[in-house]
Nanobody, 123 residues
Framework: QVQLVESGGGSVQAGGSLRLSCAAS????????IGWFRQAPGKEREFVAV????????RYAESVRGRFTISRDTAKNAMYLQMNNLTPDDTAVYYC????????????????WGQGTQVTVSS
């Protein structure tokens, strides 16, 4: 059974930073694409960023490009999202995802989902 467990969420003021972590267990994600989605209150879940397990390719939503950085640690079977210069619009539950159907931006592109971690940015 694959499990993805997020951590690192919390509350921060606008302009601050947070680092989210995603610990994967149950299998190695070699050959997978792993990433992050988020869902703000009253909004649909949206793509944030993905990275290939090889680390060669990344993809970001336009709204976070230049502020967020996705990375992974193959030895630890873990993934990270460094979030800088946060704004209130980044407030959401952030979900760790993994899949094998390429670096898609749709929720259906991913087979495995974590339970989510809350990020709250105050102005």
């Amino acid at each position: 059974q694959v499990q993805l467990v997020e951590s690192g969420g919390g509350s921060v003021q606008a302009g601050g930073s947070l680092r989210l972590s995603c610990a994967a267990s149950g299998r190695t994600f070699s050959g997978h694409v792993i990433g992050w989605f988020r869902q703000a209150p009253g909004k649909e879940r949206e793509f944030v960023a993905v990275i290939t397990w090889s680390g060669y390719s990344t993809r970001y939503a336009e709204s976070v490009r230049g502020r967020f950085t996705i990375s992974r640690d193959t030895a630890k079977n873990a993934m990270y999202l460094q979030m800088n210069n946060l704004t209130p619009d980044d407030t959401a539950v952030y979900y760790c995802v993994a899949g094998t159907r390429g670096s898609g931006t749709f929720t259906d592109d991913y087979d495995y989902w974590g339970q989510g971690t809350q990020v709250t940015v105050s102005s």
